[in-house]
């Protein structure tokens, strides 16, 4: 890998964006923006009218984390509109999905067989409607699922750095860590056991006596305890739910006769936002207060509308394409696959830590929630998404090697220098010089001096000595010095 890559950190890599990391970014932004134009102002549902009416009363209760409610309600007080949360919403997942594949991409190559393979699967995970409509749901399992996946791709960086990092991707993981807890039901469960296993890994790397170490869980924890007393800070109440798990969503990659729940909540026969409003002012008997509660789909009836619609909906109403593009369980299985052929080619065991949130988060689903829906287990197919953006890379670049986003690897130690190095006389004269300066009296006294020669056989096996000369070297000597005298 060049040299000057390994150097490269997230600044270097943001100052580096080019027309790929463009091209990239812009499929998301361009096709989700179009649902989001369609479905103005986004997908709503009960739930979503249950949180927007929280924020407009002032009284907030945990049927959705507060802190998803937060970030409707920051957005809400600038915009009035759930519009610009959905558009967050876009902007996040572009944002990350372009980050992992230029992590993965060369772009100092001239070869662009791994760009233009990036651009097609962008474009056809972009095309799935689940990912569209997702992006434009007002749901906090979406931006969960968005934290899951760079979660996942941080674990990736940090294995490839081999438990090296910086104090900013400390940084940055650790907040990661702390915004995922909050964005889900199970979330606490996923950051802590996320978080050990990783200091699990960084102690078998002998990487326990660098101050990161102890940086990363102090700070995850700290972020955790913050974000967490916000509920306390807006006095959170705790809403009493059915906590039955059981999906058989988990394991199965066909949806069952007892598949009660829904992929996404639209219909072909009714306004989906309004018929979420009803359901939730006039049999709650709750008088909606803010503009914000008032909304009904702005293109609904429209034939750009039935058009957009029914293609979201040939998806979801047929077995062949809700089982490719949005059984979890499948993607569950492919993940898992990929997994074991990058154990395979790799021969290391470390690539599993990647899977590791998403496996907590489908134990959490499997154990406490008691709706068979696609949202809980959406990480299921974002992070195998991201594992065939690896895997690519890994197949055309023929080594696990990747371009560095926030790792400052350090630099190898210089050899010493020395204030003046020793000089030979290497002249083609120089023999003949010493030659002519040895006395014949000299030669006589240095062999006086030196040892009888002994046999080869009887010689002790020692390193020769500074001391040591050579005697066919002493003979060559005297024969030139009495061809001089004859001359």
Request: proline share 4%.
């Amino acid at each position: 890998m060049n040299k000057n890559l390994q150097s490269m950190d997230l600044m270097s890599m943001i100052k580096k964006v080019n027309y790929r990391d463009l091209m990239i970014f812009i499929i998301p932004i361009l096709i989700f923006s179009l649902y989001l134009y369609i479905y103005n102002p986004g997908i709503l549902t009960t739930q979503s009218f249950s949180q927007l009416h929280q924020i407009a009363s002032g009284q907030f209760n945990s049927s959705v984390p507060f802190l998803y409610t937060v970030i409707v309600m920051i957005f809400l007080k600038v915009f009035q509109t759930p519009l610009s949360v959905v558009f967050f919403q876009i902007l996040v997942f572009a944002l990350i999905w372009t980050v992992i594949c230029k992590y993965h991409r060369d772009d100092t190559s001239k070869s662009s067989n791994l760009f233009v393979l990036e651009f097609a699967v962008t474009l056809i995970v972009c095309l799935i409607p689940i990912n569209a409509v997702y992006s434009i749901a007002l749901w906090s399992n979406i931006l969960f699922a968005y934290g899951m996946l760079f979660l996942s791709f941080l674990i990736k960086v940090l294995i490839d750095r081999n438990g090296e990092m910086s104090l900013k991707f400390a940084i940055i993981l650790a907040l990661t860590i702390a915004v995922t807890s909050h964005l889900s039901s199970v979330g606490i469960f996923i950051g802590i056991i996320t978080l050990a296993a990783i200091l699990v890994y960084l102690y078998m790397k002998n990487r326990n006596t660098e101050r990161t170490f102890l940086i990363l869980p102090a700070l995850a924890i700290v972020l955790i305890l913050i974000i967490g007393s916000l509920s306390f800070a807006y006095h959170v109440e705790d809403a009493h739910t059915n906590s039955a798990g059981g999906v058989p969503m988990v394991w199965s990659v066909l949806r069952g006769d007892d598949w009660e729940g829904q992929a996404y909540y639209l219909t072909a026969n009714a306004d989906p936002v309004k018929e979420a409003q009803n359901k939730f002012y006039t049999q709650g008997k709750i008088t909606p207060t803010e503009s914000y509660e008032k909304l009904t789909s702005a293109n609904y009836g429209k034939g750009s509308y039935n058009m957009v619609n029914s293609y979201a909906l040939y998806f979801k109403d047929h077995t062949l394409t809700d089982t490719l593009f949005m059984s979890p369980a499948l993607y569950m299985y492919l993940a898992i696959i990929l997994l074991i052929a990058l154990q395979f080619v790799t021969k290391s065991k470390e690539m599993y830590l990647i899977y590791v949130p998403n496996i907590i988060n489908i134990v959490g689903v499997f154990l406490t929630c008691p709706l068979n829906e696609n949202r809980f287990l959406y990480p299921n197919l974002l992070i195998a998404y991201m594992l065939v953006i690896i895997f690519i890379s890994f197949y055309l670049r023929g080594s696990m090697k990747a371009l560095p986003i926030t790792l400052n690897t350090k630099k190898s130690e210089e050899p010493p220098k020395y204030e003046s190095q020793p000089t030979y006389d290497v002249s083609d004269n120089y023999f003949d010089n010493q030659i002519n300066e040895t006395t014949l009296e000299e030669i006589d006294s240095i062999l006086e001096e030196s040892e009888p020669l002994q046999s080869e056989d009887s010689k002790p096996q020692t390193e020769p000595s500074e001391e040591e000369y050579d005697s066919d070297l002493i003979d060559q000597i005297l024969k030139e010095i009495e061809d001089e005298k004859h001359k």
